[in-house]
T-cell receptor, first 111, second 115 residues
Framework: GDSVTQMEGPVTLSEEAFLTINCTYTATGYPSLFWYVQYPGEGLQLLLKATKADDKGSNKGFEATYRKETTSFHLEKGSVQVSDSAVYFCALSDPGNQFYFGTGTSLTVIP | DVKVTQSSRYLVKRTGEKVFLECVQDMDHENMFWYRQDPGLGLRLIYFSYDVKMKEKGDIPEGYSVSREKKERFSLILESASTNQTSMYLC??????????????FGQGTRLTVV
């Protein structure tokens, strides 16, 4: 079945460091891919998305590219801020209307 | 601004009680979902619904039921609450355009404690 595997955390970075959170997926069809962010005590918010191969999603300095050949959708940001501290989830949706989520990666950015 | 609203942020219930968690969306989405979130386990799907009065079991339906009498409302019911159902519960909705499922929109979550 469909699934998402993402990098285990927690991740701790200094402010202005480069961030990469790895995400790979398994899917039988042509899924849409997403990154969500969750701040403490809150629900998940969409960070960015890509709906087809080679699409690049971007938002708030974060980027991820849909790579069909490597079945990956890695999240990157060139310079993290303290306010980026949160839990990040990679997810896919299939044409069967279901979503599959990774287990989440906790990011802490220290000043 | 699109909204998914869960009826409570925090809830404390006693073992054996019947518990109702309500979720309302204002986006006319056909798909609605209930997840539970536990540390180290990510999000696990309890039930989902792709139309009024339709429901499908997710990965962990045991001990739960759902109701969708109106398109905008999806209720999760714990028939007899137990301490192992203490968790964060997240409701979400989405719609399908052709063969593409849009992103899921989440509510703010309900942290349920069963004592």
């Amino acid at each position: 079945g469909d699934s998402v595997t993402q990098m285990e955390g927690p991740v701790t970075l200094s402010e202005e460091a480069f961030l990469t959170i790895n995400c790979t997926y398994t899917a039988t069809g042509y899924p849409s891919l997403f990154w969500y962010v969750q701040y403490p005590g809150e629900g998940l918010q969409l960070l960015l998305k890509a709906t087809k191969a080679d699409d690049k999603g971007s938002n708030k300095g974060f980027e991820a590219t849909y790579r069909k050949e490597t079945t990956s959708f890695h999240l990157e940001k060139g310079s993290v801020q303290v306010s980026d501290s949160a839990v990040y989830f990679c997810a896919l949706s299939d044409p069967g209307n279901q979503f599959y989520f990774g287990t989440g990666t906790s990011l802490t950015v220290i000043p | 601004d699109v909204k998914v609203t869960q009826s409570s942020r925090y809830l404390v219930k006693r073992t054996g009680e019947k518990v109702f968690l309500e979720c309302v969306q204002d986006m006319d989405h056909e798909n609605m979902f209930w997840y539970r979130q536990d540390p180290g386990l990510g999000l696990r799907l309890i039930y989902f619904s792709y139309d009024v009065k339709m429901k499908e079991k997710g990965d962990i339906p045991e001990g739960y039921s759902v109701s969708r009498e109106k398109k905008e409302r999806f209720s999760l019911i714990l028939e007899s609450a137990s301490t192992n159902q203490t968790s964060m519960y997240l409701c979400a909705s989405s719609f399908t355009s052709g063969y593409i499922n849009t992103e899921a929109f989440f509510g703010q979550g309900t942290r349920l404690t069963v004592v």
